[in-house]
């Protein structure tokens, strides 16, 4: 916990802080600087005092063990979507295992995978093909759907035994729910996001890369002083490593560990699953992509490249300027401050290119470009292109793909 302190002696009542805050949260009354709920602790106020009267003090919790030395090894949690008794692994999750290979080699440590659920044989089956060394097994009837409460108590109960120095996770839906939490119990930091992770070897730190400032610019983040230094990343932006066929669940240490019953506790009962439909599904998966602009025109642009969806089976995707004209819905935006797609086909209509829209985009494994501009900057990264008007390609190529 941190808070802002006034000194009383050095604070002069000049005023200076109360206008400088941009929370409206300091107000002078009875000879005293007073701190509302409003304050987020931004520090604005502290550099503009001119007496020096005003800190900010971090409170270092005391059952927070910064003894970095004691935690080794890096740790990838799997994330399991579980259909129809099912259980699926997540494609990010074997992303992370990638780039987890590659950090735990430059620590010289051990990088093991995490799963938690119910009927997990199939799953550490399929996980023991990659190159990790170890897995954790939590199998227990109480994780059989995800519950973020439960999976983050009993998530920081595993990393207190075990005690990792860094913890990845996919920055999904469930991700982005649970390892906030989880962090917060284990009293550590966490990089939410991130597309870049490195090591700096000498000090043995986590470098988490993720865009800031709406995307200005990209930030490099570090943890040094607490642990585990926990990250979630995001979707697509890793390539996955290939399962080795010759590797066996022999291969790999296995810890089949319980949680305490008090982890297992939950105020959150499960009543039922709904499956998003088509319109609302999650493009990042999506194997093709048909995408539209501002070129498109609007709705009736975006109707022809409905149809050319449907035809190829794939789904819709918008650049912001699409988005914020209200043609297509958020869901469907790619780029910065998107989704980060990596199909094997995407066909980009009436996008000029921008660097913004192409970092959303640019890992696709075949791209077509359809552009009136021939110097539009989308050519530079298509393996194909059409120079032309998007209203009249867009259904002439719908009508040869059905037939
Ligand atoms: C911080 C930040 C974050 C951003 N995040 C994103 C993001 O996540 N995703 C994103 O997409 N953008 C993002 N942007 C916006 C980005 O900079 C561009 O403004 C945006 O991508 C432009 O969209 P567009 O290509 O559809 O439109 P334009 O740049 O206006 O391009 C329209 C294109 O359509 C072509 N065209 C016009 N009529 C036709 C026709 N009939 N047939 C064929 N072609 C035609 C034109 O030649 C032109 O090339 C971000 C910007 C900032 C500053
Ligand atoms: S720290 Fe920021 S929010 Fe808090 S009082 Fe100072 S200026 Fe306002
Ligand atoms: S700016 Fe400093 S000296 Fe002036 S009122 Fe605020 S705390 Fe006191």
Known sequence: MSNLIVSDEKCTLCEICVHSCPFDALRISAGEVHIGDECVLCGACVKKCPEDALSIESEVSEDVDVDTELWRGVWVVVEIDRIDGKNNIEKVSFELIGKGRELAESLQVELSAVVMGIQLDDVVKELSRYEVDKI???????????????????????????????????????????????????????????????????????????????????????????????????????????????????????????????????????LNKLVADAESANISEADIIVAGGRGTGGEA?????????????????????????????????????????????????????????????????????INKDPRAPIFEVADFGFVGDMHKIVPRLTQEIDQ
Request: proline share 6%; hydrophobic share 40%; with cysteine.
């Open 136 to 270: 954790y097994c939590v199998e227990n009837q109480e994780l059989a759907e995800f519950r973020s409460g439960i999976y983050s108590h009993v998530l920081s109960e595993l990393v207190r035994d075990f005690r990792p120095e860094i913890l990845l996770c996919g920055a999904t839906a469930d991700g982005r729910d649970f390892f906030p939490r989880t962090a917060a119990l284990l009293h550590t930091g966490l990089t939410a996001d991130c597309t870049g992770l490195s090591i700096d070897i000498e000090r043995r730190i986590l470098l988490q890369t993720r865009p800031a400032f709406g995307g200005n610019i990209m930030a490099t983040i570090e943890c040094p002083g607490y642990r585990p230094q926990m990250a979630t990343v995001r979707p697509n932006v890793m390539p996955a490593p290939r399962p080795s066929f010759e590797k066996k669940k022999e291969d790999v240490d296995m810890v089949e560990w319980q949680p305490s019953a008090i982890a297992l506790k939950s105020p959150v009962e499960f």
């Open 301 to 369: 642009g975006f109707a022809k490249l409905k149809r050319l969806a449907e035809a190829v089976g794939g789904m819709v995707g918008a650049s912001r300027a699409a988005v914020d004209s209200g043609w297509a819905p958020y869901t469907a935006q790619v780029g910065q401050t998107g989704r980060v797609v990596q199909p094997k086909l995407y066909i980009a209509c009436g996008i000029s290119g921008a660097i913004q829209h192409l970092v959303g985009m640019r890992s696709a494994q075949t791209i077509v470009a």
